[in-house]
């Protein structure tokens, strides 16, 4: 079988596609993490990595998870495939037994005998950057000096500066999250990977459940039940008002057209109508705010000030073409709503960091079944523990309980595992429990 026609057929299942395809979305990770790209792979698309542009056209039909090292080819950097060698990580195997220290070594910008000039003289000579930098490990004084450890971080930064790396990741729930939170929290309401996770839980979002979700973070919420729906069940986002929120965040989830089918929206007003034969009201149909076709979103670590910005990668629109599938997000038919209006829905999920969450509790849980689980998210813990106290004196729901995630990593080196120095402290609450019917007494056991 050729590689295109493969490429052909995994297209046709791009959610469980294990290779790219032209016109998907990518998140690409530049040097282990310190900057984050979301691009759209095409023919013509371009990404600049330090003072190169590199075309991403070899991206297209390679396995997700591939890495790709920027070479100067005849017309200018190109990404070539790369395969880790497993030496490098085995610092264990090796004198270890700190006869080294760096006490005696003195940075004075004298020990580095290869000048900027070799540097720009080799590349013109067409010098790869692991030749770059093994020829400044052999200029270097006091390498030899170096601790193990020391030698293995000066080779690192060496090569991210000479050689950096891209790897391909699929965009996935756990990836965006893990993106945006990086940089930009407020844009999803600081929500965590974990608190994303517990909150599908929580939520009970499985096959075949209609989930009723108010998102007002971006779409993550929603592109996320979407992707473990699979297919099966609604995923139902109601606002109020006339315009539903905005979920341009579902877009990089490379989403076929039978999920994005099941991505509706519809209004409270008309969830919460009572009709006798009438038909739900017909309200213009929102348009809802597209992602740019012509940018790349950036995530990244600025080297000179240190701090992570956002900014829009700006590409010439003749580089992305529009993808003719069915957006996630169509307004929900009649009939269904009316299915959910008799039958309600399987489980409700909130984020909606702007809205008071009693307020919008007490106005989309009658809509739900009985016995249906929900989640509310929320940053802060007090305006959780005011509509816990609401639901318990109205009778509304039993088991509620109001969790905290908690998430610490680690940095899994030889010889050098330990928490990372610097993590998230915080990511946010997550108020559970189940509808009830309120028509009789409720008697409490605690």
């Not at 088991?399 to 905290?404: A, M, P």
Request: one cysteine or more; aromatic letters at 6%; glycine letters at 8%.
């Amino acid at each position: 079988m050729s590689i295109n026609k493969a490429v052909e057929e995994d297209s046709n299942q791009n959610q469980n596609s294990r290779l790219t395809w032209e016109g998907c979305n990518v998140l690409l990770d530049i040097n282990d993490g310190d900057r984050l790209v979301f691009a759209r792979l095409t023919a013509a698309s371009t990404l600049k990595i330090g003072n190169k542009k590199c075309c991403l056209q070899p991206l297209v039909g390679c396995p997700f998870g591939s890495l790709f090292l920027v070479e100067s080819g005849k017309e200018g950097p190109i990404l070539s495939r790369f395969v880790p060698n497993a030496e490098g990580n085995n610092l264990e195997e090796k004198d270890v037994d700190g006869s080294k220290d760096n006490r005696a070594i003195v940075d004075n910008n004298t020990a580095q005998s290869l000048t900027s000039e070799d540097i720009d003289e080799m590349r013109r000579q067409g010098a790869k950057g692991d030749e770059i930098v093994d020829a400044l490990i052999a200029n270097s004084a006091t390498f030899e000096k170096k601790t193990l450890f020391s030698q293995e971080k000066y080779r690192i930064k060496k090569q991210k500066k000479y050689a950096p790396r891209v790897l391909v990741r699929r965009p996935s729930a756990r990836s965006i999250c893990e993106a945006y939170f990086k940089k930009h929290p407020d844009k999803i309401g600081f929500m965590r990977v974990d608190a994303l996770s517990l909150l599908l839980c929580l939520g009970n979002v499985t096959a075949n459940a209609d989930v009723l979700v108010v998102d007002m973070v971006g779409g993550i919420l929603t592109g996320a039940i979407a992707e473990r729906l699979g297919g099966t069940g609604y995923v139902c986002n109601t606002y109020r008002g006339s315009s539903p929120y905005p979920v341009e965040i579902t877009r990089m989830f490379n989403l076929n057209d039978e999920i994005c089918k099941r991505i509706v929206h519809a209004s409270l007003t008309d969830l919460n109508s009572f009709q006798t034969g009438a038909s739900v009201s017909e309200s213009k149909e929102e348009t809802l705010p597209a992602v740019q076709s012509g940018g790349v979103e950036v995530v990244g670590i600025s080297s000179e000030h240190g701090c992570m910005e956002i900014t829009p990668e700006t590409v010439p629109s003749p580089i992305i073409k529009p993808c003719k599938s069915i957006k996630p997000g169509q307004k929900a038919l009649p009939e269904t709503i009316e299915l959910w209006k008799e039958n309600g829905f399987s489980s409700l999920i909130i984020a909606a960091p702007e809205l008071e969450p009693w307020g919008i509790v007490k106005e989309v849980l009658p809509l739900l079944s009985f016995s249906a689980p929900f989640a509310v998210y929320h940053q802060y813990a007090q305006p959780l523990a005011t509509c816990m106290h609401n639901l318990q004196i109205e009778k509304m729901a039993i088991g509620l309980q109001i969790s905290e995630p908690w998430l610490r990593e680690y940095q899994v080196l030889p010889s050098r595992t330990h928490p990372h120095m610097q993590m998230s402290a915080f990511g946010g609450y997550i108020l559970s429990g189940t509808k009830i019917s309120s028509s009789e007494p409720v008697t409490s056991s605690n």
